[in-house]
Protein backbone atom coordinates (compact mmCIF):
# COMPACT_ATOMS: atom_id res chain seq x y z
CA UNK A 1 0.00 0.00 0.00
CA UNK A 2 2.64 2.60 0.18
CA UNK A 3 3.17 1.90 -3.37
CA UNK A 4 -0.43 2.90 -3.85
CA UNK A 5 0.05 6.08 -1.54
CA UNK A 6 3.28 6.96 -3.30
CA UNK A 7 1.45 7.09 -6.51
CA UNK A 8 -1.40 9.11 -5.23
CA UNK A 9 1.40 11.50 -3.77
CA UNK A 10 2.93 12.09 -7.45
CA UNK A 11 -0.37 12.63 -9.10
CA UNK A 12 -2.30 14.64 -6.39
CA UNK A 13 0.94 16.87 -5.77
CA UNK A 14 1.35 17.30 -9.35
CA UNK A 15 -2.34 18.24 -9.93
CA UNK A 16 -2.44 20.60 -6.06
CA UNK A 17 0.16 22.85 -7.89
CA UNK A 18 -1.68 22.88 -11.59
CA UNK A 19 -4.88 23.71 -9.64
CA UNK A 20 -3.32 26.73 -7.40
CA UNK A 21 -3.45 25.30 -4.27
CA UNK A 22 -0.27 26.51 -3.28
CA UNK A 23 -0.52 25.53 0.76
CA UNK A 24 -0.88 21.95 -0.19
CA UNK A 25 2.14 21.90 -2.40
CA UNK A 26 3.85 19.57 -0.33
CA UNK A 27 3.47 15.87 -0.73
CA UNK A 28 1.74 13.93 2.36
CA UNK A 29 4.18 11.38 3.69
CA UNK A 30 2.12 8.59 4.91
CA UNK A 31 3.77 6.02 6.81
CA UNK A 32 2.10 2.57 7.52
CA UNK A 33 -0.18 2.57 10.75
CA UNK A 34 1.93 0.12 13.93
CA UNK A 35 -0.32 -2.78 15.28
CA UNK A 36 0.96 -4.80 17.94
CA UNK A 37 -1.05 -7.61 18.90
CA UNK A 38 -4.02 -6.62 21.24
CA UNK A 39 -8.07 -7.17 21.79
CA UNK A 40 -9.81 -4.15 20.33
CA UNK A 41 -10.01 -1.17 17.41
CA UNK A 42 -11.38 -3.39 15.48
CA UNK A 43 -8.68 -6.02 16.17
CA UNK A 44 -10.19 -8.94 17.02
CA UNK A 45 -10.88 -11.42 14.70
CA UNK A 46 -9.35 -15.05 15.05
CA UNK A 47 -8.81 -13.98 18.80
CA UNK A 48 -10.03 -16.00 21.67
CA UNK A 49 -10.19 -15.53 25.80
CA UNK A 50 -10.90 -17.71 27.41
CA UNK A 51 -11.37 -17.95 31.47
CA UNK A 52 -11.71 -19.90 35.01
CA UNK A 53 -13.66 -18.94 37.95
CA UNK A 54 -11.40 -19.44 40.40
CA UNK A 55 -7.66 -19.48 40.45
CA UNK A 56 -5.84 -21.91 39.10
CA UNK A 57 -8.41 -24.09 37.57
CA UNK A 58 -7.60 -25.09 34.00
CA UNK A 59 -11.40 -24.83 33.10
CA UNK A 60 -12.17 -22.50 30.36
CA UNK A 61 -15.88 -21.59 31.30
CA UNK A 62 -16.15 -18.51 30.08
CA UNK A 63 -15.34 -17.67 26.45
CA UNK A 64 -15.01 -14.52 24.29
CA UNK A 65 -15.17 -14.87 20.94
CA UNK A 66 -13.53 -12.26 18.61
CA UNK A 67 -16.19 -12.64 16.02
CA UNK A 68 -18.79 -11.52 18.10
CA UNK A 69 -17.41 -7.90 18.99
CA UNK A 70 -18.93 -4.79 18.70
CA UNK A 71 -16.14 -2.67 16.32
CA UNK A 72 -14.70 0.35 18.02
CA UNK A 73 -15.79 4.06 15.86
CA UNK A 74 -12.67 3.47 13.91
CA UNK A 75 -13.66 0.15 12.79
CA UNK A 76 -17.29 1.07 12.23
CA UNK A 77 -16.01 3.94 10.23
CA UNK A 78 -13.64 1.74 7.91
CA UNK A 79 -16.89 -0.99 7.64
CA UNK A 80 -18.92 1.40 6.20
CA UNK A 81 -16.87 3.31 3.90
CA UNK A 82 -16.16 -0.45 2.66
CA UNK A 83 -20.14 -1.09 2.74
CA UNK A 84 -22.22 1.75 1.79
CA UNK A 85 -22.10 4.90 -0.47
CA UNK A 86 -21.08 7.11 2.52
CA UNK A 87 -22.29 7.76 6.39
CA UNK A 88 -22.41 10.49 8.97
CA UNK A 89 -21.20 10.52 12.43
CA UNK A 90 -24.17 9.26 13.83
CA UNK A 91 -24.07 5.86 11.09
CA UNK A 92 -20.55 5.29 12.59
CA UNK A 93 -22.10 5.36 16.48
CA UNK A 94 -25.14 3.00 15.58
CA UNK A 95 -22.66 0.68 13.92
CA UNK A 96 -20.26 0.98 16.74
CA UNK A 97 -23.24 0.15 19.00
CA UNK A 98 -25.14 -2.70 17.23
CA UNK A 99 -22.44 -4.25 15.34
CA UNK A 100 -21.44 -5.35 11.78
CA UNK A 101 -23.37 -8.59 11.34
CA UNK A 102 -26.72 -6.85 13.25
CA UNK A 103 -26.14 -4.14 10.65
CA UNK A 104 -25.56 -6.64 7.69
CA UNK A 105 -28.93 -7.93 8.56
CA UNK A 106 -30.80 -4.96 8.87
CA UNK A 107 -29.48 -3.70 5.45
CA UNK A 108 -30.83 -6.97 4.25
CA UNK A 109 -34.10 -6.33 5.39
CA UNK A 110 -34.49 -2.93 3.82
CA UNK A 111 -36.30 -2.47 0.48
CA UNK A 112 -35.84 1.00 -1.12
CA UNK A 113 -37.62 2.45 -4.16
CA UNK A 114 -37.36 0.96 -6.93
CA UNK A 115 -35.45 3.05 -9.94
CA UNK A 116 -38.64 2.46 -11.60
CA UNK A 117 -40.84 4.42 -9.25
CA UNK A 118 -38.11 6.77 -9.07
CA UNK A 119 -37.18 7.75 -12.96
CA UNK A 120 -41.53 8.01 -13.04
CA UNK A 121 -41.63 10.13 -10.82
CA UNK A 122 -39.12 12.33 -11.28
CA UNK A 123 -40.39 12.29 -14.77
CA UNK A 124 -44.31 12.75 -13.72
CA UNK A 125 -43.37 15.52 -11.64
CA UNK A 126 -41.06 17.32 -14.72
CA UNK A 127 -43.74 16.94 -17.17
CA UNK A 128 -46.50 18.23 -14.79
CA UNK A 129 -44.34 21.80 -14.35
CA UNK A 130 -43.74 21.78 -17.74
CA UNK A 131 -47.27 21.21 -18.94
CA UNK A 132 -48.28 24.00 -16.44
CA UNK A 133 -45.74 26.63 -18.07
CA UNK A 134 -45.81 25.96 -21.55
CA UNK A 135 -49.44 24.18 -22.40
CA UNK A 136 -50.54 20.45 -22.53
CA UNK A 137 -49.56 20.87 -26.23
CA UNK A 138 -45.66 20.43 -25.02
CA UNK A 139 -46.22 17.23 -23.98
CA UNK A 140 -45.90 15.47 -27.35
CA UNK A 141 -42.54 17.39 -28.23
CA UNK A 142 -40.95 16.18 -24.85
CA UNK A 143 -38.24 13.94 -25.66
CA UNK A 144 -37.14 12.17 -22.42
CA UNK A 145 -33.67 10.62 -21.90
CA UNK A 146 -32.16 7.90 -19.84
CA UNK A 147 -30.26 10.10 -17.81
CA UNK A 148 -33.01 10.66 -16.23
CA UNK A 149 -31.82 7.51 -14.31
CA UNK A 150 -28.86 8.87 -12.99
CA UNK A 151 -31.14 12.00 -11.15
CA UNK A 152 -33.18 8.79 -9.66
CA UNK A 153 -29.37 7.54 -8.38
CA UNK A 154 -28.69 11.06 -6.76
CA UNK A 155 -31.82 11.29 -5.41
CA UNK A 156 -31.45 7.63 -3.82
CA UNK A 157 -28.03 8.19 -2.48
CA UNK A 158 -29.57 11.43 -0.31
CA UNK A 159 -32.87 10.44 0.75
CA UNK A 160 -32.57 6.38 1.10
CA UNK A 161 -31.36 4.29 3.82
CA UNK A 162 -30.40 1.15 1.74
CA UNK A 163 -26.55 1.54 2.22
CA UNK A 164 -25.83 -1.69 1.51
CA UNK A 165 -28.08 -2.73 -0.98
CA UNK A 166 -27.28 0.70 -3.46
CA UNK A 167 -23.52 -0.31 -2.86
CA UNK A 168 -23.56 -4.14 -3.84
CA UNK A 169 -26.09 -2.85 -7.13
CA UNK A 170 -22.96 -0.22 -8.20
CA UNK A 171 -20.49 -2.63 -8.31
CA UNK A 172 -22.97 -5.63 -10.33
CA UNK A 173 -23.12 -2.48 -12.69
CA UNK A 174 -19.46 -2.44 -12.87
CA UNK A 175 -19.45 -6.26 -13.74
CA UNK A 176 -22.41 -6.13 -15.73
CA UNK A 177 -21.75 -3.38 -17.55
CA UNK A 178 -24.54 -1.69 -19.88
CA UNK A 179 -23.96 2.24 -20.42
CA UNK A 180 -26.12 6.00 -21.17
CA UNK A 181 -23.08 6.63 -23.80
CA UNK A 182 -24.57 4.26 -26.23
CA UNK A 183 -27.12 6.16 -27.77
CA UNK A 184 -29.64 3.72 -27.99
CA UNK A 185 -31.06 3.87 -24.67
CA UNK A 186 -33.86 6.94 -24.97
CA UNK A 187 -36.52 6.12 -22.34
CA UNK A 188 -35.06 5.88 -18.90
CA UNK A 189 -37.67 3.76 -17.77
CA UNK A 190 -35.68 0.96 -19.87
CA UNK A 191 -32.46 2.47 -18.63
CA UNK A 192 -34.08 2.60 -14.68
CA UNK A 193 -35.71 -1.09 -15.05
CA UNK A 194 -32.10 -2.63 -16.32
CA UNK A 195 -30.48 -0.81 -13.02
CA UNK A 196 -33.91 -2.56 -11.13
CA UNK A 197 -32.81 -5.68 -11.70
CA UNK A 198 -29.29 -5.10 -10.16
CA UNK A 199 -30.66 -3.47 -7.34
CA UNK A 200 -33.76 -5.38 -6.31
CA UNK A 201 -31.62 -8.32 -7.02
CA UNK A 202 -28.34 -7.57 -5.29
CA UNK A 203 -29.36 -9.73 -1.93
CA UNK A 204 -31.05 -12.37 -4.27
CA UNK A 205 -29.67 -15.27 -6.58
CA UNK A 206 -26.65 -14.70 -9.42
CA UNK A 207 -28.33 -17.11 -11.48
CA UNK A 208 -31.54 -14.48 -11.72
CA UNK A 209 -29.94 -11.51 -12.07
CA UNK A 210 -28.04 -13.30 -14.99
CA UNK A 211 -30.87 -14.39 -16.32
CA UNK A 212 -32.67 -11.18 -16.38
CA UNK A 213 -30.07 -9.53 -17.53
CA UNK A 214 -29.73 -11.68 -20.19
CA UNK A 215 -33.27 -11.43 -21.53
CA UNK A 216 -33.39 -7.31 -20.67
CA UNK A 217 -33.72 -5.10 -24.16
CA UNK A 218 -31.44 -2.53 -23.01
CA UNK A 219 -28.70 -5.59 -22.42
CA UNK A 220 -29.95 -6.65 -25.83
CA UNK A 221 -29.23 -3.26 -27.87
CA UNK A 222 -25.89 -2.44 -26.03
CA UNK A 223 -24.55 -6.17 -26.85
CA UNK A 224 -26.50 -6.47 -30.08
CA UNK A 225 -28.63 -9.71 -29.45
CA UNK A 226 -31.73 -7.89 -29.59
CA UNK A 227 -33.10 -8.69 -32.48
CA UNK A 228 -30.63 -11.12 -33.37
CA UNK A 229 -31.46 -13.66 -36.47
CA UNK A 230 -30.66 -17.10 -36.83
CA UNK A 231 -27.80 -18.06 -39.75
CA UNK A 232 -28.92 -17.36 -43.61
CA UNK A 233 -26.36 -18.81 -45.36
CA UNK A 234 -27.57 -17.93 -48.81
CA UNK A 235 -26.74 -14.05 -47.76
CA UNK A 236 -24.01 -14.91 -45.61
CA UNK A 237 -25.58 -14.20 -42.40
CA UNK A 238 -24.45 -15.60 -39.43
CA UNK A 239 -25.42 -14.92 -35.53
CA UNK A 240 -24.29 -12.06 -33.99
CA UNK A 241 -21.43 -12.88 -31.72
CA UNK A 242 -21.03 -10.00 -29.61
CA UNK A 243 -22.89 -11.53 -26.20
CA UNK A 244 -22.32 -14.74 -26.29
CA UNK A 245 -18.77 -14.04 -26.18
CA UNK A 246 -19.29 -11.24 -23.36
CA UNK A 247 -21.49 -13.43 -20.88
CA UNK A 248 -18.32 -15.48 -20.96
CA UNK A 249 -15.21 -13.36 -21.00
CA UNK A 250 -16.59 -10.71 -18.62
CA UNK A 251 -20.07 -12.14 -16.84
CA UNK A 252 -19.72 -15.78 -15.45
CA UNK A 253 -16.27 -17.72 -16.17
CA UNK A 254 -13.28 -15.44 -17.55
CA UNK A 255 -10.82 -15.74 -20.24
CA UNK A 256 -9.18 -18.89 -18.31
CA UNK A 257 -10.06 -21.95 -16.14
CA UNK A 258 -9.60 -21.19 -12.44
CA UNK A 259 -8.75 -22.60 -9.32
CA UNK A 260 -11.38 -21.93 -6.21
CA UNK A 261 -9.03 -19.65 -5.03
CA UNK A 262 -8.64 -17.56 -8.50
CA UNK A 263 -5.19 -18.26 -9.40
CA UNK A 264 -5.52 -19.78 -12.86
CA UNK A 265 -4.82 -23.35 -13.80
CA UNK A 266 -2.00 -24.19 -16.07
CA UNK A 267 -1.18 -26.88 -18.68
CA UNK A 268 1.89 -29.14 -18.67
CA UNK A 269 4.15 -26.13 -20.20
CA UNK A 270 3.00 -23.95 -17.61
CA UNK A 271 0.36 -21.84 -19.25
CA UNK A 272 -2.76 -20.95 -18.94
CA UNK A 273 -6.11 -22.98 -19.81
CA UNK A 274 -8.55 -20.88 -22.42
CA UNK A 275 -12.19 -21.75 -21.22
CA UNK A 276 -13.42 -21.03 -24.65
CA UNK A 277 -12.32 -21.12 -28.22
CA UNK A 278 -13.60 -19.42 -31.19
CA UNK A 279 -15.61 -22.32 -31.91
CA UNK A 280 -17.51 -22.07 -28.68
CA UNK A 281 -18.28 -18.52 -29.16
CA UNK A 282 -20.05 -19.25 -32.27
CA UNK A 283 -21.97 -22.37 -30.83
CA UNK A 284 -23.05 -19.87 -27.78
CA UNK A 285 -24.22 -17.02 -30.70
CA UNK A 286 -26.86 -19.46 -31.75
CA UNK A 287 -27.97 -19.60 -28.37
CA UNK A 288 -28.93 -16.32 -28.59
CA UNK A 289 -30.98 -15.83 -31.60
CA UNK A 290 -34.74 -15.19 -32.02
CA UNK A 291 -35.30 -12.13 -29.50
CA UNK A 292 -37.00 -9.16 -29.75
CA UNK A 293 -39.26 -6.83 -28.14
CA UNK A 294 -42.21 -7.87 -26.72
CA UNK A 295 -44.44 -4.68 -26.01
CA UNK A 296 -44.64 -1.87 -28.06
CA UNK A 297 -43.56 1.94 -26.68
CA UNK A 298 -47.25 3.14 -26.64
CA UNK A 299 -45.52 6.34 -24.16
CA UNK A 300 -44.06 7.16 -27.67
CA UNK A 301 -45.61 5.24 -30.39
CA UNK A 302 -49.87 4.88 -29.24
CA UNK A 303 -51.04 3.87 -32.23
CA UNK A 304 -49.25 0.94 -32.51
CA UNK A 305 -51.42 -0.33 -29.35
CA UNK A 306 -53.45 -3.40 -30.74
CA UNK A 307 -50.86 -4.38 -33.71
CA UNK A 308 -49.35 -7.76 -32.65
CA UNK A 309 -46.09 -7.56 -31.48
CA UNK A 310 -43.29 -8.75 -34.16
CA UNK A 311 -39.87 -9.31 -34.36
CA UNK A 312 -36.96 -6.81 -35.74
CA UNK A 313 -38.79 -3.50 -35.70
CA UNK A 314 -36.78 -0.28 -34.81
CA UNK A 315 -35.68 -0.58 -31.43
CA UNK A 316 -37.53 2.70 -30.43
CA UNK A 317 -40.66 1.17 -31.15
CA UNK A 318 -40.43 -1.45 -28.37
CA UNK A 319 -40.86 -0.77 -24.99
CA UNK A 320 -37.39 -0.94 -23.33
CA UNK A 321 -38.50 -1.86 -19.94
CA UNK A 322 -39.88 -5.31 -20.32
CA UNK A 323 -38.02 -8.47 -20.75
CA UNK A 324 -37.44 -9.62 -24.65
CA UNK A 325 -39.15 -12.51 -25.78
CA UNK A 326 -38.36 -15.59 -27.99
CA UNK A 327 -39.86 -15.81 -31.57
CA UNK A 328 -38.92 -19.29 -33.17
CA UNK A 329 -39.07 -18.64 -36.46
CA UNK A 330 -35.96 -16.49 -36.30
CA UNK A 331 -34.14 -19.35 -33.58
CA UNK A 332 -31.41 -21.31 -34.53
CA UNK A 333 -33.21 -24.15 -33.84
CA UNK A 334 -30.16 -26.93 -34.25
CA UNK A 335 -28.08 -28.56 -32.00
CA UNK A 336 -25.40 -26.25 -30.20
CA UNK A 337 -22.03 -27.65 -28.24
CA UNK A 338 -21.28 -25.28 -25.68
CA UNK A 339 -18.62 -25.98 -22.90
CA UNK A 340 -16.64 -28.84 -21.94
CA UNK A 341 -18.56 -31.48 -24.19
CA UNK A 342 -22.05 -30.13 -23.31
CA UNK A 343 -24.67 -30.34 -25.58
CA UNK A 344 -27.90 -28.42 -26.21
CA UNK A 345 -30.04 -30.50 -28.00
CA UNK A 346 -31.93 -29.65 -31.52
CA UNK A 347 -36.04 -29.62 -31.10
CA UNK A 348 -36.79 -27.68 -28.24
CA UNK A 349 -37.85 -24.57 -27.78
CA UNK A 350 -35.29 -21.66 -27.86
CA UNK A 351 -36.29 -20.50 -24.22
CA UNK A 352 -35.27 -23.83 -23.24
CA UNK A 353 -31.66 -23.45 -24.92
CA UNK A 354 -31.41 -20.14 -23.13
CA UNK A 355 -32.08 -21.70 -20.10
CA UNK A 356 -29.51 -24.52 -20.37
CA UNK A 357 -27.09 -22.71 -21.51
CA UNK A 358 -27.49 -20.51 -18.56
CA UNK A 359 -27.31 -22.96 -16.34
CA UNK A 360 -24.57 -24.82 -17.95
CA UNK A 361 -22.42 -21.37 -17.41
CA UNK A 362 -24.15 -20.77 -13.57
CA UNK A 363 -22.78 -24.31 -13.07
CA UNK A 364 -18.85 -23.99 -14.61
CA UNK A 365 -16.24 -24.22 -11.34
CA UNK A 366 -14.90 -20.77 -12.56
CA UNK A 367 -18.20 -18.33 -11.84
CA UNK A 368 -17.51 -18.84 -8.27
CA UNK A 369 -13.64 -17.44 -7.80
CA UNK A 370 -14.88 -15.48 -10.58
CA UNK A 371 -17.43 -13.67 -9.41
CA UNK A 372 -15.83 -13.60 -6.03
CA UNK A 373 -12.88 -11.66 -6.85
CA UNK A 374 -14.33 -9.16 -8.93
CA UNK A 375 -16.59 -8.22 -6.49
CA UNK A 376 -13.72 -8.63 -3.44
CA UNK A 377 -11.86 -6.25 -6.00
CA UNK A 378 -14.80 -3.98 -6.48
CA UNK A 379 -15.95 -3.73 -2.64
CA UNK A 380 -13.05 -4.55 -0.63
CA UNK A 381 -9.42 -4.19 -1.77
CA UNK A 382 -7.44 -4.38 -5.22
CA UNK A 383 -5.67 -6.70 -4.23
CA UNK A 384 -7.08 -9.80 -2.49
CA UNK A 385 -5.45 -12.59 -0.96
CA UNK A 386 -6.31 -16.23 -3.27
CA UNK A 387 -7.19 -17.60 0.26
CA UNK A 388 -10.09 -14.72 0.46
CA UNK A 389 -11.13 -15.12 -2.86
CA UNK A 390 -11.18 -19.13 -1.93
CA UNK A 391 -13.60 -18.23 1.37
CA UNK A 392 -15.70 -16.34 -0.64
CA UNK A 393 -15.96 -18.13 -4.14
CA UNK A 394 -16.57 -21.44 -1.11
CA UNK A 395 -19.91 -19.63 -0.11
CA UNK A 396 -21.38 -18.88 -4.06
CA UNK A 397 -20.65 -22.47 -4.81
CA UNK A 398 -22.98 -23.46 -1.47
CA UNK A 399 -24.35 -21.02 1.22
CA UNK A 400 -24.15 -23.63 3.70
CA UNK A 401 -27.87 -25.47 3.20
CA UNK A 402 -26.98 -26.12 -0.82
CA UNK A 403 -28.01 -22.70 -2.82
CA UNK A 404 -25.68 -21.83 -5.21
CA UNK A 405 -25.22 -18.23 -5.79
CA UNK A 406 -26.60 -16.89 -3.18
CA UNK A 407 -25.75 -13.25 -3.04
CA UNK A 408 -26.83 -12.18 0.25
CA UNK A 409 -24.72 -14.82 1.30
CA UNK A 410 -21.75 -14.22 -0.74
CA UNK A 411 -21.86 -10.09 0.27
CA UNK A 412 -21.87 -11.43 4.46
CA UNK A 413 -18.98 -13.65 3.02
CA UNK A 414 -17.00 -10.89 1.86
CA UNK A 415 -17.62 -8.23 4.83
CA UNK A 416 -16.98 -10.24 8.02
CA UNK A 417 -14.45 -12.11 6.53
CA UNK A 418 -11.20 -11.49 8.51
CA UNK A 419 -9.21 -10.08 5.64
CA UNK A 420 -11.69 -7.43 5.64
CA UNK A 421 -12.44 -6.86 9.34
CA UNK A 422 -9.25 -7.40 11.12
CA UNK A 423 -6.81 -3.99 11.35
CA UNK A 424 -3.84 -5.92 10.90
CA UNK A 425 -4.52 -6.17 7.31
CA UNK A 426 -4.28 -2.42 6.99
CA UNK A 427 -0.35 -2.63 7.29
CA UNK A 428 -0.35 -5.44 4.41
CA UNK A 429 1.64 -3.84 1.31
CA UNK A 430 -1.10 -4.96 -0.63
CA UNK A 431 -3.96 -3.30 1.24
CA UNK A 432 -7.29 -1.01 -0.12
CA UNK A 433 -7.86 0.04 -3.07
CA UNK A 434 -8.14 4.01 -4.55
CA UNK A 435 -11.31 5.02 -3.91
CA UNK A 436 -13.59 5.51 -7.26
CA UNK A 437 -14.70 9.20 -7.79
CA UNK A 438 -18.16 8.50 -7.55
CA UNK A 439 -17.93 6.55 -4.26
CA UNK A 440 -16.10 9.83 -2.82
CA UNK A 441 -18.95 12.30 -4.16
CA UNK A 442 -21.13 10.22 -2.66
CA UNK A 443 -19.46 10.12 0.51
CA UNK A 444 -19.21 13.80 1.23
CA UNK A 445 -22.64 13.89 0.37
CA UNK A 446 -23.96 12.04 3.44
CA UNK A 447 -21.18 12.78 5.96
CA UNK A 448 -22.97 15.88 6.63
CA UNK A 449 -26.76 15.59 6.13
CA UNK A 450 -26.95 17.33 2.60
CA UNK A 451 -30.49 19.32 2.20
CA UNK A 452 -32.57 21.27 0.17
CA UNK A 453 -35.90 23.04 0.38
CA UNK A 454 -37.22 21.36 -2.28
CA UNK A 455 -35.91 17.79 -1.45
CA UNK A 456 -35.29 17.00 -4.85
CA UNK A 457 -31.42 15.99 -5.64
CA UNK A 458 -32.13 15.74 -9.70
CA UNK A 459 -27.92 15.91 -9.95
CA UNK A 460 -26.91 14.86 -13.26
CA UNK A 461 -23.37 14.04 -12.93
CA UNK A 462 -22.30 13.52 -16.73
CA UNK A 463 -19.74 16.51 -16.86
CA UNK A 464 -18.60 16.88 -13.68
CA UNK A 465 -18.05 13.57 -13.06
CA UNK A 466 -18.32 11.66 -16.55
CA UNK A 467 -15.71 13.80 -18.33
CA UNK A 468 -14.02 15.61 -15.78
CA UNK A 469 -13.30 12.50 -13.28
CA UNK A 470 -14.42 9.68 -16.06
CA UNK A 471 -16.52 8.19 -14.01
CA UNK A 472 -20.35 9.24 -14.59
CA UNK A 473 -23.11 6.18 -13.07
CA UNK A 474 -23.90 4.32 -15.92
CA UNK A 475 -21.41 6.00 -18.13
CA UNK A 476 -19.16 3.26 -18.54
CA UNK A 477 -16.99 4.02 -21.95
CA UNK A 478 -17.13 0.17 -23.06
CA UNK A 479 -18.35 -3.33 -21.49
CA UNK A 480 -14.92 -3.21 -20.01
CA UNK A 481 -16.28 -0.86 -17.37
CA UNK A 482 -14.67 2.61 -16.42
CA UNK A 483 -10.91 0.62 -15.15
CA UNK A 484 -10.22 -3.31 -16.12
CA UNK A 485 -10.47 -5.44 -13.03
CA UNK A 486 -6.52 -6.26 -13.70
CA UNK A 487 -5.11 -3.09 -14.48
CA UNK A 488 -1.59 -2.43 -13.32
CA UNK A 489 0.98 0.70 -13.98
CA UNK A 490 4.27 0.25 -14.60
CA UNK A 491 4.83 0.60 -10.34
CA UNK A 492 2.20 -1.66 -9.46
CA UNK A 493 3.13 -4.03 -12.35
CA UNK A 494 6.86 -4.86 -11.01
CA UNK A 495 4.97 -5.41 -7.25
CA UNK A 496 3.00 -7.92 -8.99
CA UNK A 497 0.01 -5.87 -7.69
CA UNK A 498 -3.13 -4.32 -9.35
CA UNK A 499 -4.70 -1.16 -9.29
CA UNK A 500 -7.74 -0.90 -11.23
CA UNK A 501 -9.22 2.65 -10.42
CA UNK A 502 -5.54 4.55 -11.05
CA UNK A 503 -6.51 3.59 -15.02
CA UNK A 504 -8.52 6.61 -14.54
CA UNK A 505 -6.59 8.59 -12.11
CA UNK A 506 -4.33 11.34 -14.11
CA UNK A 507 -3.14 14.87 -13.55
CA UNK A 508 -6.95 15.84 -15.04
CA UNK A 509 -8.81 14.02 -13.14
CA UNK A 510 -7.39 14.57 -10.29
CA UNK A 511 -7.42 18.77 -11.01
CA UNK A 512 -10.90 17.48 -11.69
CA UNK A 513 -11.47 16.12 -8.46
CA UNK A 514 -9.84 18.51 -6.48
CA UNK A 515 -11.90 21.36 -8.03
CA UNK A 516 -15.25 19.31 -7.77
CA UNK A 517 -14.00 18.62 -4.37
CA UNK A 518 -13.43 22.75 -3.83
CA UNK A 519 -17.30 23.48 -5.12
CA UNK A 520 -18.50 20.86 -3.14
CA UNK A 521 -17.67 22.37 0.50
CA UNK A 522 -18.12 25.48 -0.30
CA UNK A 523 -20.50 26.53 -2.07
CA UNK A 524 -22.09 23.74 -4.57
CA UNK A 525 -22.68 20.94 -2.31
CA UNK A 526 -24.61 19.12 -5.39
CA UNK A 527 -25.96 20.96 -8.52
CA UNK A 528 -29.14 19.72 -8.24
CA UNK A 529 -31.87 20.95 -9.98
CA UNK A 530 -36.49 20.22 -10.30
CA UNK A 531 -36.31 21.94 -13.40
CA UNK A 532 -35.40 20.81 -17.35
CA UNK A 533 -35.70 22.36 -20.78
CA UNK A 534 -38.25 20.66 -22.55
CA UNK A 535 -37.31 21.15 -26.01
CA UNK A 536 -33.47 19.07 -26.02
CA UNK A 537 -32.71 15.48 -26.39
CA UNK A 538 -30.92 15.51 -22.85
CA UNK A 539 -32.18 16.23 -19.93
CA UNK A 540 -30.71 19.49 -19.34
CA UNK A 541 -30.30 21.59 -16.61
CA UNK A 542 -32.11 24.91 -17.38
CA UNK A 543 -32.35 26.69 -13.91
CA UNK A 544 -31.91 26.05 -9.92
CA UNK A 545 -34.45 27.63 -7.92
CA UNK A 546 -33.86 28.58 -4.59
CA UNK A 547 -35.42 25.79 -2.66
CA UNK A 548 -32.75 23.33 -4.97
CA UNK A 549 -30.01 24.32 -3.59
CA UNK A 550 -28.92 22.60 -1.36
CA UNK A 551 -26.40 22.69 2.22
CA UNK A 552 -24.03 20.70 4.22
CA UNK A 553 -25.01 20.70 8.05
CA UNK A 554 -22.00 21.24 9.92
CA UNK A 555 -23.35 22.20 13.25
CA UNK A 556 -22.17 19.24 15.21
CA UNK A 557 -18.21 20.31 13.21
CA UNK A 558 -18.65 24.32 13.88
CA UNK A 559 -20.04 23.46 17.48
CA UNK A 560 -16.68 21.20 18.12
CA UNK A 561 -14.43 23.70 16.62
CA UNK A 562 -15.64 26.69 19.07
CA UNK A 563 -15.43 24.24 22.19
CA UNK A 564 -12.53 22.06 21.65
CA UNK A 565 -10.81 23.53 19.02
CA UNK A 566 -9.19 22.72 15.55
CA UNK A 567 -7.46 19.47 16.52
CA UNK A 568 -10.98 18.12 18.04
CA UNK A 569 -12.22 19.12 15.08
CA UNK A 570 -9.70 17.10 12.89
CA UNK A 571 -9.97 14.18 14.44
CA UNK A 572 -13.74 14.06 13.99
CA UNK A 573 -13.13 14.40 10.46
CA UNK A 574 -10.27 12.28 10.30
CA UNK A 575 -13.08 9.41 11.82
CA UNK A 576 -15.90 10.40 9.37
CA UNK A 577 -14.39 10.80 6.06
CA UNK A 578 -10.79 8.48 6.61
CA UNK A 579 -11.63 6.08 9.35
CA UNK A 580 -8.89 7.16 10.96
CA UNK A 581 -6.27 6.02 8.62
CA UNK A 582 -4.83 9.76 8.05
CA UNK A 583 -1.30 9.86 9.01
CA UNK A 584 0.34 11.62 11.71
CA UNK A 585 2.02 14.06 9.29
CA UNK A 586 -1.27 14.85 7.49
CA UNK A 587 -2.97 15.72 10.32
CA UNK A 588 -0.51 17.92 11.57
CA UNK A 589 -0.45 19.76 8.12
CA UNK A 590 -4.12 19.84 8.10
CA UNK A 591 -4.82 20.76 12.12
CA UNK A 592 -1.88 23.59 11.15
CA UNK A 593 -3.97 24.88 8.82
CA UNK A 594 -7.23 25.03 10.25
CA UNK A 595 -5.61 26.37 13.68
CA UNK A 596 -4.02 29.33 11.14
CA UNK A 597 -7.41 30.07 9.99
CA UNK A 598 -8.33 30.11 13.15
CA UNK A 599 -5.85 32.63 13.93
CA UNK A 600 -7.04 35.12 11.30
CA UNK A 601 -9.97 36.28 13.18
CA UNK A 602 -11.77 36.90 9.85
CA UNK A 603 -13.02 33.90 8.72
CA UNK A 604 -16.16 32.84 9.95
CA UNK A 605 -16.73 28.85 11.59
CA UNK A 606 -18.93 27.29 8.70
CA UNK A 607 -15.59 28.09 6.55
CA UNK A 608 -12.88 26.70 8.68
CA UNK A 609 -14.85 23.90 8.83
CA UNK A 610 -15.55 23.18 5.06
CA UNK A 611 -12.03 24.34 4.16
CA UNK A 612 -10.55 21.78 6.42
CA UNK A 613 -13.10 19.14 5.00
CA UNK A 614 -11.98 19.96 1.77
CA UNK A 615 -7.93 19.69 2.88
CA UNK A 616 -8.79 15.97 3.85
CA UNK A 617 -10.84 15.27 0.87
CA UNK A 618 -7.70 15.54 -1.57
CA UNK A 619 -5.08 14.45 0.80
CA UNK A 620 -3.62 11.15 -0.39
CA UNK A 621 -4.15 9.28 2.71
CA UNK A 622 -7.88 9.83 2.29
CA UNK A 623 -8.10 8.54 -1.15
CA UNK A 624 -6.88 5.06 -0.56
CA UNK A 625 -9.47 3.42 1.33
CA UNK A 626 -7.42 0.59 3.48
Known amino acids: MKLYIQRVRQIFGIALLLSGHLIFKPCFTVNAQIYDDYYGNGHDQAVLISSSPVEDADEALGTLSGADLLPDLYGASRFLGQASMGADFEDIIYVSEIGIEAWLEEQFALQ ?20 AVHGAGIADEINWHADICTRAFWQKVVTEEDMLRQRVALALSEILVVSQRTGTVDVPKGMASYYDILYQGAFGNFKDILTEVSLHPIMGLYLSHFSNRKADPSINRRPDENFAREIMQLFTIGLYELNIDGTEKTDQYGDPIATYDNDDI ?62 VPAGQSGMQDIEMALDHLFNHDNIGPFIA ?54 DDPKAGRLREPLLRHSQRIRAFNLSNQSGRYWYKDDYQLGEGQKQGFLHSPTVFNFFQPDYANADLSSQNMTGPEFQILDANTAISYINRVEAGVRWEPLYATGTVDPFGFQFYDFDVGPDDECSHDFSDEIALLQTEGASALVDRLNLILAHGQLSEGTIALITNYANSLVDLGYVDDDRIVSWTVYAILISPSYVILK
Open 373 to 426: RKLIKLLIKSNPTPAYVSRVATVFNNNGNGVRGDMRAVIRAIYTDSESRDCAWI
Open 112 to 131: GTSFTSMVTDIQNTAEAEII
Open 282 to 343: REMAKVWTGLSGSAWNLDKYPEMGGEPITFGRYHERYDKSVAMKMFEEEHESGSKYLLNGFV
